[in-house]
């Protein structure tokens, strides 16, 4: 099974609110990723948590704040978002390898600043 | 760091044929590649992936071949079906680079019945 669950699929918000996007999967994965993606490009990488930490931050703006509160579990914390910051908000996660990593993406949440 | 090209940006083929989508790479310390196929509005699905200790690698009508001197990986789709019309990425990276995968610009693939 190479389940990565995003919710939600779809979240309108203002440029004043607070919400999450969450990410679960329940592979033993212990890499897990947040991308961006907008129309006909490709995934942007945000930022990669390796064992729980936060091992590469893509110098991503504070208004995105990752968490990663267990080996299964990713959030995204959003706030004071831009409408340029609507996009595909891709969750992926990978096993650890010898070299190269495989990694499966989530089905994605559609996020639409207003 | 990496840097991964990718082309044509667009293809289109008649149902049957063959399709080709070419990158090409800068770092030599790269070690693996993987392809994504993305139908519209979904997400990006592993298709086929190839590592820098082999040449070229099957899966049904999917083949992905690896050359490293020239730091160029391709992706061959034969007998195209409409179901294969979809955009493609290529990507490539290495250990060293944490977990990075560094993405091609993707090209869109359109299979004419």
């Known amino acids: 099974d190479t389940e990565v669950t995003q919710t939600p699929k779809h979240l309108v918000m203002g440029m004043t609110n607070k919400k999450s996007l969450k990410c679960e999967q329940h592979m033993g994965h212990r890499a897990m990723y947040w991308y961006k993606q907008k129309a006909k490009k490709p995934p942007e990488l945000m930022f990669v948590y390796s064992y729980e930490k936060l091992s590469i931050n893509e110098s991503v703006p504070s208004r995105f704040s990752p968490e990663c509160p267990n080996s299964s579990l990713l959030n995204l914390h959003l706030h004071a978002l831009q409408p340029e910051d609507s996009a595909l908000y891709l969750c992926?996660?990978?096993?650890?390898?010898?070299?190269?990593?495989?990694?499966?993406f989530g089905e994605g949440s559609w996020l639409t600043v207003v | 760091g990496e840097n991964v090209e990718q082309h044509p940006s667009t293809l289109s083929v008649q149902e049957g044929d063959s399709a080709v989508i070419k990158c090409t790479y800068s770092?030599?310390?790269?070690?693996?590649f993987p392809w994504y196929k993305q139908e519209l509005g979904k997400r990006p699905q592993l298709i086929i992936d190839?590592?820098?200790?082999?040449g070229e690698k099957k899966d049904q009508r999917i083949a992905v071949t690896l050359n490293k001197t020239a730091k160029h990986f391709s992706l061959h789709i034969t007998e195209t079906q409409p179901e294969d019309s979809a955009v493609y990425f290529c990507a490539g990276t290495r250990k060293a680079a944490g977990n990075k995968l560094t993405f091609g610009g993707g090209t869109r693939v359109l299979v004419k019945p």
């Open positions: 992926a996660s990978s096993p650890p390898t010898v070299s190269g990593n495989t990694i499966y």
């Open positions: 770092d030599s310390a790269s070690n693996y």
């Open positions: 190839i590592r820098s200790n082999v």
